[in-house]
């Protein structure tokens, strides 16, 4: 079974810390992913891995950056924590060979309160 | 035109029934549509693929392809109760490894 875990389940933080979410996934999948989900806007991609120190921008990338340094670990850092970066935060993970390519699993999620 | 488009609901169904939910997409997805399961204040889990045109079975759970129409469709025989989540649709995107994912249908199964 894959495997996806995040660091934290509930996260409260202030504004204009710096906030690290980590996620580890033990399939030994290339591709990773960071979401966040707000009521009403669905799952918004932020940024997402294809390799080790690679990454492309998703939808909504401004004021997070992120670090893939292990294939197993990608994390998601809030430079300056703001009110409107509270959300549900959702990491997932693929492979990227065969038919399977696309299925992406998720870990239990980071729900992050800023103050 | 969004690029995967789900009716937001409630869809309501007695215990029992057939709950079918339905997705439609844009050009820029490709031939690969999921299926996933999201209770509330949890994260969504895949419960279906499908790739090609046609129909998957899987237990109470069908998936169903129509490219010409351009639509994906997930049929819940024997809806239960359990049952009751919010159902993500998405589909790949070509030269991509990226989902694109639908806003979501709620389904209530009555008792």
């Known amino acids: 079974d894959v495997k996806v875990t995040q660091s934290s389940r509930y996260l409260v933080k202030r504004t204009g810390e710096k906030v690290f979410l980590e996620c580890v996934q033990d399939?030994?999948?290339?591709?990773m992913f960071w979401y966040r989900q707000d009521p009403g806007l669905g799952l918004r991609l932020i940024y997402f891995?294809?390799?080790?120190?690679m990454k492309e921008k998703g939808d909504i990338p401004e004021g997070y950056s992120v670090s893939r340094e292990k294939k197993e670990r990608f994390s998601l850092i809030l430079e300056s924590a703001s009110t409107n970066q509270t959300s549900m935060y959702l990491c997932?993970?693929?492979?990227?060979w065969g038919r399977g390519a696309y299925e992406q699993y998720f870990g239990p999620g980071t729900r992050l309160t800023v103050t | 035109q969004k690029e995967v488009e789900q009716n937001s609901g409630p869809l309501s169904v007695p215990e029992g029934a057939i709950a079918s939910l339905n997705c439609t997409y844009s050009?820029?997805?490709?031939?690969?549509f999921f299926w996933y399961r999201q209770y509330s204040g949890k994260s969504p889990e895949l419960i279906m693929s499908?790739?090609?045109?046609g129909d998957k079975e899987d237990g109470r759970f069908t998936a169903q392809l129509n490219k010409a129409s351009q639509y994906v469709s997930l049929l819940i025989r024997d809806s239960q109760p359990s049952d009751s989540a919010t159902y993500l649709c998405?589909?790949?995107?070509?030269?991509?490894?990226?989902?694109?994912f639908g806003s979501g249908t709620r389904l209530l199964v009555r008792p």
């Open positions: 997932a993970s693929s492979s990227r």
């Open positions: 050009d820029r997805v490709s031939q690969s």
């Open positions: 499908i790739y090609s045109n």
């Open positions: 998405a589909g790949g995107m070509d030269s991509s490894y990226k989902l694109i």
């Open positions: 399939m030994d999948h290339e591709n």
């Open positions: 891995s294809y390799d080790v120190k």
